[in-house]
């Protein structure tokens, strides 16, 4: 809610538990975009993952395109 992570790494299970803590559990205010850094798939059929916060284009990056 405060804006303050900019990196989130995960480690994805292929598995379907159906119930279970969840990363917010009051959910949150507005979505958050990220750009993924990195992903390796290991030996167990886990992936485990690195993104980041997405940056924000200004005014400025758009009228250079």
């Given at each position: 809610r405060l804006d303050l992570i900019d990196e989130y790494k995960f480690l994805v299970h292929p598995r379907i538990a159906g119930h279970g803590p969840?990363?917010?559990q009051s959910?949150?205010?507005s979505t958050r975009r990220l750009e993924?850094?990195?992903s390796t798939p290991?030996?167990?059929g886990a992936v485990a993952m690195h993104y980041r916060r997405a940056r924000q284009l200004n005014v400025m990056d758009?009228?250079?395109t």
């Open positions: 969840t990363l917010y959910g949150l205010p993924l850094v990195s290991l030996r167990n758009v009228r250079r």
